[in-house]
C-alpha cells in the first residue's frame, strides 16, 4: 500500500513564497503519477499540478501556471510543490495525490491521498 504525508505549510506574506512537500511510503513510488489538490473553505477540491512518473511531463492548472513547479525526486519518494508569488486566492490545504494511471483526468482516477497541509497567505 501507499501512504502519503506532507509537509511545509504555514503562513507567508502575498507575493512571498513556500515549498511544500509529499513523502510516500512503498517501494513502488515512481510507478505512480503524482499529484497536488487544494482546498479553500467553502471551495470544491481542485487540482493544481501533476507529474508523470519520470517527472517528463507535468499539468498546471492554469491559475498557478508560472508561479508555481512540481517535480519529483524517486530515490528520496518524495514529491514537492514550490510556490512562488503567493497570492490569497491560493490560501488553502494543500492535498497530495498518487494515481496508479498513466495519465489521471479527474480526482477519482487517483488512489491515494496524504492528509493535507494547510498554507495560509496574509493581505
Known amino acids: 500500500q501507499v501512504q502519503l504525508v506532507e509537509s511545509g505549510g504555514g503562513l507567508v506574506q502575498a507575493g512571498g513564497s513556500l515549498r511544500v512537500s509529499c513523502v510516500a511510503s512503498?517501494?513502488?513510488?515512481?510507478?505512480?503519477?503524482m499529484g497536488w489538490f487544494r482546498q479553500a473553505p467553502g471551495k470544491e477540491r481542485e487540482f493544481v499540478a501533476g507529474?508523470?512518473?519520470?517527472?517528463?511531463?507535468?499539468h498546471y492548472a492554469d491559475s498557478v501556471k508560472g508561479r508555481f513547479t512540481i517535480s519529483r525526486d524517486n530515490a528520496k519518494n518524495t514529491v514537492y510543490l514550490q510556490m512562488n508569488s503567493l497570492k490569497p486566492e491560493d490560501m488553502a490545504v494543500y492535498y497530495c495525490a498518487a494515481s496508479r494511471r498513466t495519465w489521471p483526468v479527474t480526482s477519482d482516477d487517483y488512489d491515494y491521498w496524504g492528509q493535507g497541509t494547510r498554507v495560509t497567505v496574509s493581505s
Open positions: 507529474i508523470s512518473w519520470s517527472g517528463g511531463t507535468t
Open positions: 512503498g517501494r513502488t513510488f515512481s510507478s505512480y503519477y
